[in-house]
């Protein structure tokens, strides 16, 4: 009788979906993960690992992907953290708007960006109406490349950076802590330095993460600028190749759940550090 | 020379008028109330002084020196909050000392004042604690600490017990008083709550809409009230119209009963109506011999109140609180006998609106 009321209690449907999710997210990579082990006949090995690690080009891109992320997330937090810390604390009329535009990297795909970049940086710089040329157009040299190219990045991760942030700062008593400082005589730089970016380190990491992740995959700006990015490596490999790619592409799982694996260690242990109370 | 002071000060938030014509000077060493409902602007006058608000016009000086427009990190005002806002990140030790180090003074004398602020607030064991780890009572006394470590010229608390429960709140404020006593700083205390008012300030300002009604010490306020919001505010009050019989002999007739009150009326004429307010305490059952001030009225209800028992009189058709001791002694009447009160005629108020 017992058991009987037990089964009916039993969340049948929410556990049918539960498993249902976990099947469709882990099966594609259990497959993966079986793909990649299997490049030697009848046998379990790493070599598609090893070949994949051995290649130089591997590590280069890689590297430079890297290296573009920590740009792009440095470059990001210095203009996204003031920009929500502002909107919070004297424009909230400005949310909608700015919540607005953080949103059209979902609805503009990647190329148009890319070639709207193409379009307005590979013509030398000029004060308009007049023939008065300023500066080499910024896709002709390396380092306008780079510029463009994580001003480009920094769009893509902004819908993730600025969410990350702002629901950051909605945890916080933002104007309190700030006056609070403010009163023991911190100025602007003090107060976000010392007071905000520390009480928002969870969500800083949270949107790092998503932005290192979209920036080491992507692979269409990486493409259209020429830029010798993982990503548009990983789509050559994949022409070429059978099994590295799947080798690689389990390795980035790896990474990311590494990085979450940080954020957890980093983050907890603090409990309830949060809220001006 | 007043230690702070605020001269022909408003504020105005749009077509809203939340502070007008604040005048104020506090004393060197005083504690000064803001007291008063919500949306009285007794925060946003705090606020003013701490550099949070701008004054649409009038002006803040500090020791006569001019704070009207100074930054808030300009000025060394100390601040607690009603929310505490400790910063999260910090031990306890690290949020007093943040303010000493922002000014960049050396790291052996900031131990050592956070060390002396510790001992002040009796917590010196939590030097190492994060704000989370505490209580509330232990947070607000830490950040009475952090506002104290700057050694500010005037010290602002904006309701800061206002997050705690009845007890703390009793026995925090007597902690914050004795501080401030002991450090002899001055301090401005917003709060809505009269009986936190009455119990720890010099003086105290009562703000309705905008306005100061009235700024007294505690038994001014409560005893002279000169306004009928102000003697409503604070304490429980009995209010009814009154006519004015002989202004000259302060003679008047309230629902049939006379009442003698203590001045004349300067003013009023003969068949006048005033409003006059009695305080609970001040009504006592008729004794043997008293004639004066006698007023007939209806037992409606009797609340015990612990030291204190109140009975609701119905007198003439107005509702009247009269308090009496609790003792052993006490002979209550019944519910719905007629009994006869009185006062002294020191205990009728004339109020202004």
Redesign the interface.
């Known amino acids: 009788m017992k058991s009987f009321a037990r089964l009916r209690n039993f969340p049948f449907w929410s556990w049918l979906w539960f498993v249902l999710g976990v099947l469709y997210f882990v099966l594609p990579l259990f497959a993966t993960l079986e793909f990649s082990l299997g490049m030697e006949r009848d046998v379990i090995s790493l070599k598609a690992y090893q070949r994949a690690f051995a290649d130089p080009k591997f590590w280069q891109t890689f590297g430079y992907s890297v290296f573009l992320a920590a740009m792009t997330i440095i470059v990001s937090i210095i203009l996204i953290v003031p920009t929500a810390y502002w909107i919070r604390l004297r424009l909230p009329e400005a949310r909608r708007i700015v919540e607005f535009i953080t949103l059209l990297p979902f609805v503009i795909p990647a190329i148009i960006l890319v070639f709207g970049l193409i379009r307005v940086y590979s013509t030398p710089f000029h004060i308009p109406f007049t023939n008065i040329y300023l500066g080499q157009p910024l896709t002709n040299f390396k380092f306008g490349t780079i510029f463009l190219i994580i001003g480009g990045y920094m769009v893509l991760g902004l819908p993730y950076m600025y969410r990350s942030v702002d629901t950051g700062m909605r945890t916080v008593d933002v104007r309190t802590l700030t006056e609070a400082a403010q009163s023991l005589g911190a100025n602007w730089f003090v107060v976000i330095v010392r007071v905000i970016l520390p009480n928002i380190r969870t969500a800083l990491l949270s949107g790092s993460l998503l932005t290192f992740a979209i920036v080491v995959g992507e692979v269409v700006l990486a493409s259209f600028l020429g830029v010798q990015a993982f990503g548009p490596y990983l789509f050559l490999l994949g022409q070429h190749r059978a099994y590295e790619p799947a080798a690689l592409t389990f390795t980035t799982f790896l990474l990311t759940w590494a990085s979450m694996g940080i954020i957890q260690l980093v983050t907890g242990g603090q409990g309830q550090t949060a809220g001006a109370h | 020379m007043a230690h702070l002071t605020l001269s022909h000060v408003s504020k105005h938030f749009g077509n809203f008028s939340a502070v007008r014509n604040f005048n104020l000077e506090v004393e060197r060493g005083e504690f000064v109330s803001f007291l008063g409902p919500s949306g009285c602007g007794k925060t946003t006058t705090l606020r003013m002084i ?3 608000e701008t004054p649409t016009s009038g002006k803040i000086a500090i020791d006569d020196l001019d704070i009207t427009d100074k ?3 300009q ?1 060394n ?3 607690v ?1 009603q ?7 910090m031990t306890v030790a690290q949020n007093i000392g ?2 000493l180090r ?2 960049k003074e050396p790291e052996e004398a900031v131990k050592k004042r956070v060390a002396e602020m510790l001992a002040l607030i009796h917590l010196e064991a939590k030097g190492n604690s ?1 704000p ?2 505490l209580s ?1 009572g232990q ?1 607000q006394r830490v ?1 009475l600490a ?2 104290l470590a ?1 050694r500010p010229q005037v010290l ?1 608390l904006d309701e800061p017990l206002s ?1 705690l429960d009845a007890k703390i709140r009793v026995s925090l404020r007597a902690e914050i008083r004795a501080i401030q006593r002991e450090l002899g700083i001055t301090a401005i205390y917003v709060t809505h709550d009269q009986e936190e008012a009455l119990s720890i300030s010099d003086r105290i300002v009562v703000m309705r809409e905008g306005e100061v009604d009235q700024i007294g010490t505690p038994f001014e306020i409560y005893n002279f009230p000169k306004t009928r919001f102000v003697a409503s505010f604070v304490g429980t009050l009995n209010t009814a119209v009154a006519e004015v019989l002989d202004p000259a002999q302060g003679l008047l007739k309230m629902n049939g009963n006379l009442l003698q009150i203590a001045d004349r009326l300067n003013g009023k004429v003969k068949g006048d109506t005033v409003m006059i307010a009695i305080r609970p305490e001040r009504l006592s059952f008729l004794s043997e011999g008293k004639k004066e001030n006698t007023l007939e009225g209806r037992v409606e209800n009797i609340t015990f109140l612990g030291s204190v028992v109140r009975i609701q009189l119905n007198i003439g058709g107005t509702a009247f609180n009269m308090d009496t001791f609790n003792r052993p002694s006490l002979r209550l009447p019944e519910i719905g006998d007629t009994v006869r009160v009185t006062c002294s005629p020191k205990a009728v108020l004339i109020l202004t609106e």
Do not use: D, E, H
């Open positions: 701490a550099g949070f930054a808030p990190s000025r005002v100390g601040m909050f929310s505490y806002a400790l910063f999260p990140n943040f303010g922002i000014r994060y989370y780890q509330g947070q950040a952090r506002a700057i602002l997050a």
